[in-house]
C-alpha cells in the first residue's frame, strides 16, 4: 500500500476498535458468535471488541465471580501487520503497522516504529527506536540507526515521502525531512538533519545536513554492515 490516495481512503474507512482479551472466572457462562472464546477450566478467555465484552459481563453479571480486561489500544483505526508469514527478524516492541512492507532478511529492532506504507527492503536493518513515518522508502542492505526519524507523508497526497536508496547507512538519531532523496551508497552522520537530497555515495553531517565528502575506503571501513546479523 504505497499509493497515498489508497492509504487516505483505507484510514477514512477503517472501523476504530478496541480489541480486548477478557479472563473470565463463572458458572454456566455460554458463548457467543460477536467474539472468540475458549475454555480453561473455571476461566472463559472471551477475545472481542471491548463493547461486545462489556454487554457480556452486564448481560451475565450475576453468574460471575471475578474479571480481568487486557488491552492494549483504543479506538485504533489501523491493526498492527500480521508478521507471522514474513522472512525476517522482528524483535520484541516494535511497531509495524498495517500496509508497510518489510523485505527479506530485514532485521527490525526493539522500540521500532514502522507506519502504514512504509517500505524496508531485503537485508535493512532498522535499529532500536527509530520510526519510518508514512510511505517512508528504504532499499536494500541499508542500516537505520537507533533513534533515527524518516518523516511520514501521507496527506496531503501529493507530497513526495523520504525515498532511501540500496546501501544507505544512516546514524544514530538522525532526521531525514520529508521529500528528501538520499542516493544509492551514502552515509548520513549521528545527528545530521537532512534537508536536501543526497547524492550517491557522498558523506553528508550537521544540520543542516551538508556534503564533506565522497564515500572512500576509511568511510567503507567504518561503516561496513555485518551481515550475519541478517540471517534467519
Same mark, same amino acid.
Given at each position: 500500500?504505497?499509493?497515498?490516495?489508497?492509504?487516505?481512503?483505507?484510514?477514512?474507512?477503517?472501523?476504530?476498535?478496541?480489541? +480486548?482479551?477478557?479472563?473470565?472466572?463463572?458458572?454456566?457462562?455460554?458463548?457467543?458468535?460477536?467474539?472468540?472464546?475458549?475454555?480453561?477450566?473455571?476461566?472463559?478467555?472471551?477475545?472481542?471488541?471491548?463493547?461486545?465484552?462489556?454487554?457480556?459481563?452486564?448481560?451475565?453479571?450475576?453468574?460471575?465471580?471475578?474479571?480481568?480486561?487486557?488491552?492494549?489500544?483504543?479506538?485504533?483505526?489501523?491493526?498492527?501487520?500480521?508478521?507471522?508469514?514474513?522472512? @525476517?527478524?522482528?524483535?520484541?516492541?516494535?511497531?509495524?503497522?498495517?500496509?508497510?512492507?518489510?523485505?527479506?532478511?530485514?532485521?527490525?529492532?526493539?522500540?521500532?516504529?514502522?507506519?502504514?506504507?512504509?517500505?524496508?527492503?531485503?537485508?535493512?536493518?532498522?535499529?532500536?527506536?527509530?520510526?519510518?513515518?508514512?510511505?517512508?522508502?528504504?532499499?536494500?542492505?541499508?542500516?537505520?540507526?537507533?533513534?533515527?526519524?524518516?518523516?511520514?507523508?501521507?496527506?496531503? @497526497?501529493?507530497? +513526495?515521502?523520504?525515498?532511501?536508496?540500496?546501501?544507505?547507512?544512516?546514524?544514530?538519531?538522525?532526521?531525514?525531512?520529508?521529500?528528501?532523496?538520499?542516493?544509492?551508497?551514502?552515509?548520513?552522520? @549521528?545527528?545530521?538533519? +537532512?534537508?536536501?537530497?543526497?547524492?550517491?555515495?557522498?558523506?553528508?553531517?550537521?544540520?543542516?545536513?551538508?556534503?564533506?565528502?565522497?564515500?572512500?575506503?576509511?568511510?567503507?571501513?567504518?561503516?561496513?554492515?555485518?551481515?550475519?546479523?541478517?540471517?534467519?
Amino acid at each position: 500500500m504505497k499509493n497515498a490516495e489508497e492509504i487516505i481512503d483505507y484510514i477514512k474507512k477503517a472501523e476504530k476498535k478496541t480489541p +480486548v482479551k477478557c479472563y473470565i472466572r463463572g458458572k454456566d457462562l455460554p458463548d457467543i458468535n460477536e467474539f472468540q472464546t475458549f475454555d480453561m477450566g473455571s476461566t472463559k478467555l472471551l477475545i472481542g471488541d471491548l463493547d461486545v465484552v462489556k454487554g457480556y459481563i452486564e448481560t451475565y453479571k450475576d453468574d460471575i465471580e471475578d474479571y480481568y480486561i487486557d488491552y492494549d489500544r483504543r479506538n485504533s483505526a489501523i491493526p498492527l501487520l500480521d508478521t507471522t508469514n514474513i522472512n @525476517a527478524r522482528i524483535e520484541p516492541g516494535s511497531y509495524i503497522r498495517e500496509g508497510a512492507v518489510i523485505g527479506d532478511h530485514a532485521v527490525i529492532m526493539m522500540g521500532a516504529v514502522i507506519n502504514i506504507g512504509a517500505v524496508v527492503g531485503e537485508g535493512t536493518m532498522v535499529d532500536m527506536n527509530a520510526v519510518l513515518g508514512g510511505r517512508a522508502i528504504v532499499g536494500k542492505h541499508c542500516h537505520i540507526g537507533a533513534g533515527t526519524v524518516l518523516a511520514g507523508v501521507i496527506e496531503p @497526497a501529493s507530497n +513526495v515521502p523520504v525515498i532511501i536508496d540500496d546501501d544507505v547507512m544512516i546514524g544514530a538519531n538522525a532526521v531525514v525531512l520529508e521529500g528528501v532523496h538520499v542516493g544509492q551508497g551514502a552515509v548520513i552522520g @549521528a545527528g545530521t538533519i +537532512v534537508m536536501e537530497d543526497v547524492p550517491p555515495y557522498s558523506v553528508v553531517v550537521g544540520n543542516p545536513g551538508r556534503v564533506v565528502k565522497q564515500k572512500d575506503e576509511a568511510t567503507i571501513a567504518k561503516t561496513k554492515l555485518v551481515d550475519d546479523l541478517r540471517q534467519l
